[in-house]
């Protein structure tokens, strides 16, 4: 193979050798090689892990939890990585990266997905900054999740779960009927229970008469605000009417971490995993009579491809659980028919639910 394309200079034959040898192993030929780092090359700033990953989680602004899970996992990647390419982003190889990744090869694949995600996402920022010039996780996918049916309860559970409530729990109410009958995304610390709690408490106008705006887990399109009209959630506007939420989710004296820990409780009395009231919600709206399939897609910041693919064939439920699950009522009389906001529990058998919530009207947008 002919190598004269390649100078020679005196003091630094080695390198040129070594050059030449690897060529020689690739087959390729040394003018095609420099044309092609001629017409490819591109310098790249001496940037550090450490550097990269303050800067990347400064720029990334995401929820409480899911920034540390992100700062854990870059921190670990950084304790993985040799002296020299913690030193230099630009030298870290797919081979540094997957031998990493290689500790969760056993978990579930949502484990391993959410390192790689991770990882992926600040080596795509290093390649728009320049630090290096190309991800090492390029060519690598992420792996399949299989997700199984959704699990809802049965009429007859979520009427014993929302009787409990009521008469041991009455200040969770109103959230407990918002998850259950509106599909409200349930987490308190900091999600989507979270954001409607903060907005109601400073008083942004979201609860009106007929709807409810809510803030939901994106930032943009569908899972952005959306507004929960009440005649599309079943029984939701009795529950809020006998416990209104104009000052909250929960009580204002208990911190989002201790109303969390109350409703735990709860939910571990009645073995409810994360999201069961919301397939609930979500199952019912679907298996409706006359469902549409557009209303309870607005209602629950899904597509309407994502319902019909999750919801729309389970067979242990029919449009006469729904009409039973409809039916679940409030004991407690409704906050206009007291003149209380703390109301008190009814016969059986007694008052009707009025048929409007009884609160200042707040025009809000209506759904597209």
């Given at each position: 193979?002919?190598?004269?394309h390649?100078?020679s200079c005196?003091?630094?034959?080695?390198e040129?050798?070594q050059?030449?040898?690897?060529?020689?192993l690739?087959?390729?030929d040394?003018?095609?090689?420099l044309?092609?780092?001629?017409?490819?090359?591109?310098?790249v700033?001496?940037?550090?892990w450490?550097?990269?990953?303050?800067?990347?989680?400064?720029?990334?602004?995401?929820?409480?939890?899911?920034?540390?899970?992100?700062?854990?996992?870059?921190?670990?990647f950084?304790?993985?990585?040799?002296?020299?390419?913690?030193?230099?982003v630009?030298?870290?190889?797919?081979?540094d990266a997957?031998?990493?990744?290689?500790?969760?090869?056993?978990?579930?694949?949502k484990?391993?997905?959410?390192?790689f995600f991770?990882?992926?996402?600040?080596f795509?920022?290093?390649?728009?900054?320049?630090?290096?010039?190309?991800?090492?996780?390029?060519?690598?996918?992420?792996?399949?999740?299989?997700?199984?049916?959704?699990?809802a309860?049965?009429?007859?559970?979520?009427?014993?779960?929302?009787?409990?409530v009521e008469?041991?729990?009455p200040?969770?109410?109103?959230?407990?009927?918002?998850?259950?009958?509106?599909?409200?995304?349930?987490?308190v610390r900091?999600?989507?229970a979270?954001?409607l709690?903060e907005?109601i408490?400073a008083?942004?106008?979201?609860?009106g008469v007929?709807?409810?705006?809510?803030?939901?887990k994106?930032?943009?399109?569908?899972h952005?605000?959306?507004t929960?009209?009440?005649?599309?959630?079943g029984?939701?506007r009795?529950?809020?009417?006998?416990?209104?939420?104009?000052?909250?989710?929960?009580?204002?004296?208990?911190s989002p971490?201790?109303?969390d820990r109350?409703?735990?409780?709860?939910?571990?009395?009645?073995?409810?995993?994360?999201?069961?009231?919301?397939?609930?919600?979500?199952?019912?709206?679907?298996?409706?009579p006359?469902?549409?399939?557009?209303v309870a897609?607005?209602?629950?910041?899904?597509?309407?491809t994502?319902?019909r693919?999750?919801?729309?064939?389970?067979?242990?439920?029919?449009a006469?659980?729904?009409?039973?699950?409809w039916?679940i009522?409030?004991?407690?009389?409704?906050?206009s028919?007291?003149?209380?906001?703390?109301?008190?529990?009814?016969?059986?058998?007694?008052?009707?639910?009025p048929t409007?919530?009884?609160l200042?009207?707040?025009?809000?947008?209506?759904?597209?």
């Open positions: 193979m002919e190598n004269s390649l100078p005196s003091g630094q034959d080695t040129v050798d050059l030449r040898g690897a060529l020689r690739l087959n390729c040394p003018s095609r090689a044309r092609f780092l001629a017409a490819n090359y591109r310098d700033a001496d940037v550090s450490a550097t990269l990953q303050s800067e990347y989680l400064r720029l990334r602004k995401r929820s409480a939890s899911q920034q540390r899970h992100l700062a854990y996992t870059l921190t670990d950084g304790k993985s990585l040799s002296a020299d390419k913690a030193a230099a630009s030298l870290v190889t797919e081979a997957m031998d990493f990744l290689d500790r969760w090869k056993d978990a579930a694949p484990t391993w997905n959410e390192r991770h990882l992926g996402a600040a795509k920022h290093a390649v728009k900054k320049g630090y290096c010039v190309r991800s090492p996780l390029a060519a690598v996918e992420h792996k399949v999740v299989e997700h199984p049916d959704p699990i309860l049965t009429p007859a559970q979520a009427a014993a779960l929302m009787a409990h008469s041991q729990h200040e969770f109410a109103g959230y407990f009927a918002l998850c259950i009958f509106a599909g409200l995304r349930p987490d900091e999600g989507e979270r954001r709690h907005d408490v008083g942004r106008g979201v609860v007929d709807a409810i705006r809510v803030q939901g994106g930032r943009r399109g569908l952005s605000k959306r929960l009209r009440l005649n599309d959630c029984p939701l009795a529950w809020l009417s006998a416990y209104p939420i104009t000052r909250g989710l929960w009580p204002q004296q208990l971490t201790q109303a109350r409703i735990a409780e709860i939910r571990q009395l009645f073995s409810l995993s994360h999201d069961v009231l919301r397939h609930t919600a979500a199952t019912a709206m679907v298996h409706a006359g469902a549409s399939y557009a897609a607005n209602v629950l910041g899904n597509s309407e994502m319902l693919k999750h919801y729309c064939d389970l067979v242990s439920w029919s006469a659980d729904t009409r039973v699950f039916s009522q409030p004991k407690r009389l409704p906050f028919q007291t003149g209380t906001e703390t109301g008190h529990l009814m016969p059986e058998q007694s008052q009707k639910i409007r919530l009884q200042p009207r707040v025009e809000l947008p209506h759904a597209s």
